[in-house]
Nanobody, 115 residues
């Protein structure tokens, strides 16, 4: 059984910062990538993703240098530092873990940015 546990969401004022964490544990091997997505009406948009073997990082277009993803491969954990948060960043943020054969999602963590 695989567990994907997110933490670090909450409420912050516009311009503030939050740090999200996501840890994968259990019967999981050979992680290809871990990343963050956020729920928009009808879809989940990529926020940031890191590929473990190459270290390649990809950000959603709306990030524009405000967010930084990092990983601790040994702990199967990724972090997302979000700075200069905007009201429109308000969403449920989900962690996605991809192995060669499977994809796992966390339960999501709410991020609310108030004006």
């Amino acid at each position: 059984q695989v567990q994907v546990v997110e933490s670090g969401g909450g409420e912050v004022q516009a311009g503030g910062s939050l740090r999200l964490s996501c840890a994968a544990s259990g019967s999981i091997v050979n992680i290809n990538s871990m990343g963050w997505y956020r729920q928009a009406p009808g879809q989940r948009d990529l926020v940031a993703r890191i590929t473990f073997d190459s270290g390649t990082i990809r950000y959603g277009d709306f990030v524009k240098g405000r967010f930084t993803i990092s990983a601790d491969n040994a702990k199967n954990t990724v972090y997302l530092r979000m700075n200069s948060l905007k009201v429109e960043d308000t969403a449920v943020y989900y962690c996605k873990v991809a192995t060669r054969y499977n994809v796992y999602w966390g339960q999501g963590t709410q991020v609310t940015v108030s004006s």
